[in-house]
């Protein structure tokens, strides 16, 4: 076996999520990501915990939005239902066999489905926040990810280990010495208002007044590296042009640029795809207002691969999610959707803080 993937079950399971004598872990994975899957198992075991594995077959998810009537595409799975609300810690691990799989799905059914899961996601979000559940989003390589990446399944593996660290005999102490660069961020940002975001792609005023900047070091997402908060829900205005696609439920959408007044998105417009944009963006009220405003930080992800928990982080750009923010950084706004857009800005870009300048050609200058 890869001995970096031994290296990633001991992460996730002893830094990320670190488990206790007596919690119950549920482990949401697919097939492509057994070897992975029994290492978490095993080392869940060892450290007292009681692994529960959930296994989601490639191809499941396409039947049910094909073949699903309004009764099905609201039913809450009672096990879901049970991981989110009462288990003490929770491993996903994607490993797509298709990542398009769900791309000649009607949007609208994809929506109904978002909608009833809403609660869910919302008690999931509170538990997370209050650290009642800890929570854990991951990859494991599979040949799909890596041709959406355009790269070799071997150069990808790399990519992925390298990111999280797992290429180094002690990722747990790379992972720290992360954290402590970011908290230096995140104290500079303490106790600020005004954010301005400015470059060739980007023209945005936003508050972050009494809310909270999150160091973002490892233990919700692997990997990770990035700072955010969520903005006060009515003070977003002006523009924004993602440089690089926005992508969800299967689909690509391209060239996205928003127009914000009040905090809410009143223009929405796309190269390709715009119409599923639009229906995103019509989910629910929430979903036009900004739940995240946050700035990558990894600079060991300089590619971008089609997949958000990497891309998001890129070193040297900034994103936004529409729709659901994360409690623990104060924000109110709710949806069924929470999705991450991202702006590159090392072509010029700069964010200030209150008037003084925090990031300029995709670096910290503080």
């Known amino acids: 076996m890869d001995i970096r993937i031994a290296r990633m079950a001991r992460l996730l399971v002893e830094y990320s999520v670190n488990v206790q004598p007596g919690d119950r872990v549920g482990i949401v994975a697919s097939p492509a990501a057994a070897e992975l899957v029994r ?96 929570w854990n989003g991951t990859l494991f390589p599979t040949p799909a990810f890596a041709q959406e990446a355009d790269m070799s399944t071997r150069d990808y593996e790399d990519f992925v280990y390298g990111a999280c660290f797992c290429d180094r005999e002690d990722p747990v102490a790379e992972w720290q010495r992360i954290h402590e660069e970011q908290e230096r961020v995140v104290q500079w940002l303490k106790g600020r208002d005004q954010i301005r975001v400015i470059g060739p792609n980007a023209d945005l005023t936003l508050s972050v007044k009494d809310r909270v900047f999150v160091n973002s070091d490892g233990h919700h997402n692997m990997p990770s590296g990035e700072v955010f908060t969520g903005p006060v829900e009515d003070s977003v205005n002006g523009w924004v042009r993602f440089t690089y696609p926005a992508i969800t439920g299967g689909r690509e959408v391209e060239g996205i640029e928003l127009t914000f007044e009040a905090g809410k998105v009143v223009k929405a417009t796309a190269r390709k795809n715009e119409a599923y944009l639009l229906q995103m963006l019509d989910t629910d009220p929430g979903s036009r207002y900004l739940g995240e405003f946050a700035i990558g930080t990894n600079f060991g992800i300089q590619k971008f691969t089609k997949n958000i928990l990497f891309d998001e982080k890129i070193g040297g750009s900034f994103h936004m999610a529409v729709g659901m923010g994360y409690p623990e950084t104060g924000s109110r706004n709710q949806s069924a959707i929470h999705w991450d857009m991202i702006c590159d800005m090392r072509d010029g870009g700069e964010i200030w803080a209150d008037g003084e300048r925090l990031y300029q050609n995709g670096q910290f200058v503080i």
């Not at 060892?46 to 529960?52: D, I």
């Not at 797509?96 to 791309?103: C, D, I, K, V």
């Not at 899961?117 to 509170?126: A, K, N, T, V």
Request: aromatic share 8%; net charge neutral.
């Open 39 to 134: 290492e978490v198992y095993a080392r869940i075991l060892e450290r007292g915990g009681h692994p529960l594995v959930y296994l989601n077959l490639p191809g499941l998810d396409e039947i049910f939005f094909r073949m699903a009537n309004e009764a099905q595409l609201t039913f809450i799975d009672p096990v879901q239902k049970l991981m989110r609300e009462e288990f003490e810690a929770l491993i996903n691990i994607r490993a797509a066999e298709n990542t398009r799989e769900l791309s000649g799905v009607d949007p609208a059914r994809q929506r109904l489905r978002n909608q009833a899961l809403r609660p869910l996601m919302q008690r999931f979000m509170e538990r997370g926040a209050t650290g009642e559940l800890k």
